[in-house]
């Protein structure tokens, strides 16, 4: 008796190797729709372009918020306004043109920013411990800002390091949701506080979660965070080089690394997320391309991704957006801290969405 063998199509072998390869293959070789448009930021004339921050889209959806650290060169990284009397906090419209400006003085190192939907900013201090001289009242805070300067707010205990309800240490990033709960991504080094702290719009703290580690629900150097509009908090666990999903009440939902080493988190109004990856090098995360990364919310599924041509796998720490945000039109604008020798200098970057 003759035994008839399975006949198995080309198409539907392909289909199973798609299936089975490697998440981040697919996330590294996707469509790029983008182009780069140099010179966008610019400042007053007589002013250098600092290491860029965080940026953030206002709520109108066209003008970008950006923390502009300053002026000082590349030796100063981590104090570049310890002794500026530039504004490090700034607004630009559409054309690139810095049009607000506060802060002078409040910093030493800012670093997350985010827009609450009334148009305040909130703004943190990432400084470490050591960079802060005896006596400076700087650092370790969260300062709510009016839309043109005026301090409505201060979280934690300035120049006071803790892991109390009322202290952070060198807190990385801050997201407030549409009821106007704050939540602190605490803090931005491997051995701080890695926990996510949750306020009302009052100030008055509520709970927090999260502790070193490497299971869900721990972070090793919590670098951002994000809340979609479907109320999920989406945590840039860039020490473990993943993204960890929660509700607002601190239950871990899911954990992607099809990302790469997240150290910015936005999403637009289309069900799209953004993640830059500004770190992944050949020592903290091989095999992974820096760049920024593009995907549906819901499932995590990358479909494109940006990938930076200056990236060099052998500089430590990344280089490339360390932030990223997103107009209304789908444009991207990421804030780069780290210069490449001779080759870019810091900027705070537009990726234009090419029209089909």
């Not at 953030?56 to 981590?78: K, L, M």
């Not at 120049?159 to 949701?177: K, L, M, Q, R």
Request: proline share 8%; hydrophobic share 35%.
């Amino acid at each position: 008796m003759s035994v008839r063998k399975p006949i198995v199509s080309i198409a539907a072998l392909l289909v199973v190797s798609l299936l089975l390869a490697p998440q981040h293959t697919a996330a590294q070789n996707s469509s790029n729709p983008y182009s780069i448009i140099e010179g966008w930021a610019k400042l007053p004339s007589g002013r250098n372009m600092g290491a860029v921050g965080k940026a953030t889209v206002d709520p109108d959806g066209r003008h970008i918020w950006a923390v502009i650290r300053c002026d000082a060169g590349p030796e100063r990284f981590g104090t570049e306004c310890l002794d500026s009397d530039l504004p490090p906090v700034s607004k630009f419209d559409p054309d690139g043109n810095l049009v607000e400006a506060f802060g002078s003085g409040m910093f030493i190192w800012p670093h997350g920013i985010d827009v609450d939907p009334d148009g305040n900013v909130w703004v943190t201090d990432a400084v470490s411990e050591s960079n802060i001289p005896a006596g400076d009242n700087r650092g370790h805070h969260v300062i709510k800002f009016s839309p043109t300067g005026e301090v409505l707010m201060t979280l934690g205990t300035p120049g006071e390091e803790g892991d109390g309800p009322n202290h952070f240490t060198s807190p990385s990033d801050v997201a407030v949701a549409p009821n106007g709960d704050v939540f602190i991504a605490d803090g931005h080094n491997e051995s701080g506080n890695n926990r996510v702290m949750k306020y009302n719009s009052r100030g008055e703290f509520l709970m927090s979660w999260g502790e070193t580690g490497y299971a869900p629900g721990q972070f090793r150097a919590i670098h951002a965070i994000a809340i979609h509009m479907d109320g999920r908090v989406f945590v840039g666990d860039r020490g473990n080089s993943r993204i960890q999903i929660f509700d607002q009440q601190g239950n871990h939902a899911a954990t992607w690394t099809q990302f790469g080493r997240p150290s910015g988190i936005a999403f637009d109004d289309q069900g799209r997320i953004y993640v830059a990856d500004s770190e992944s090098d050949n020592v903290q995360n091989p095999g992974w391309e820096m760049g920024i990364r593009i995907g549906e919310a819901e499932t995590g599924w990358v479909t494109e991704f940006i990938r930076f041509p200056w990236a060099n796998p052998h500089i430590i720490p990344g280089n490339g957006a360390e932030f990223v945000a997103v107009d209304r039109e789908g444009n991207i604008y990421g804030g780069e801290p780290v210069p490449l020798p001779h080759l870019n200098p810091r900027t705070l970057r537009k990726y234009e969405r090419v029209r089909p």
